[in-house]
């Protein structure tokens, strides 16, 4: 019985030490995925990002003249990260003067509806023609970071959710490399 006892404590131990913090355990790789330091870029933004890797084809960093960076990878992933100016980070600002007053590309329906972050459906006037976009307002140090998806491409509900997955991990530069 002692011995059960000693072996049993032997392998709880061995658990509980194994157990990390989750948040700090966190990979910095995902299959399918490229970490992209964003500091290394035009802006200097002091994050990191996970995007499709180049098996989606190639990728392209480009920056814009009013501060944004947009990455494309492939056909299929188009997003645009900037850093807050008090604006473009006030999502419900940007709902009322360019999503819900778009007279173009109507919004059909919010699938998600958050105080910063919408995943909507529009339809473009005088079509069925449906397409999906993004926006999502994250906090990351003390600064706001917009990421969207690049509006002048029609992108799939499939493609729009990868891009919002990737939108997601954006975290702080030192987080991601003390990980």
């Known amino acids: 019985m002692k011995k059960l006892f000693f072996l049993f404590a032997i392998?709880?131990?061995?658990v509980i030490t194994s157990c990390g913090d989750k948040e700090k355990d966190k990979p910095l790789s995902v299959p399918g995925m490229t970490l992209i330091d964003l500091s290394k870029q035009e802006f200097n933004f002091p994050v990191t990002i996970l995007v499709p890797d180049s098996t989606n084809g190639p990728m392209t960093i480009t920056p814009q003249n009013w501060g944004a960076l947009e990455i494309k990878v492939g056909d299929g992933f188009q997003i645009s990260v900037e850093q807050g100016d008090g604006e473009n980070d006030d999502l419900k600002l940007i709902k009322s003067t360019e999503i819900d007053a778009n007279e173009v590309h109507k919004?059909?329906?919010y699938m998600t509806d958050e105080p910063n972050f919408v995943f909507y459906e529009t339809q473009m006037l005088g079509t069925e023609k449906s397409s999906f976009h993004f926006y999502g307002v994250f906090k990351v140090g003390d600064k706001n970071f917009v990421?969207?998806?690049?509006k002048g491409d029609d992108f799939s509900e499939e493609a729009i959710k990868k891009m919002m997955e990737s939108a997601k991990t954006l975290a702080a530069k030192e987080k991601a490399e003390a990980s």
């Not at 392998?11 to 061995?14: E, G, I, K, S």
């Not at 990421?147 to 690049?150: A, M, Y």
């Open 107 to 109: 919004v059909k329906k």
């Open 147 to 150: 990421v969207e998806d690049l």
């Open 11 to 14: 392998v709880l131990t061995t």
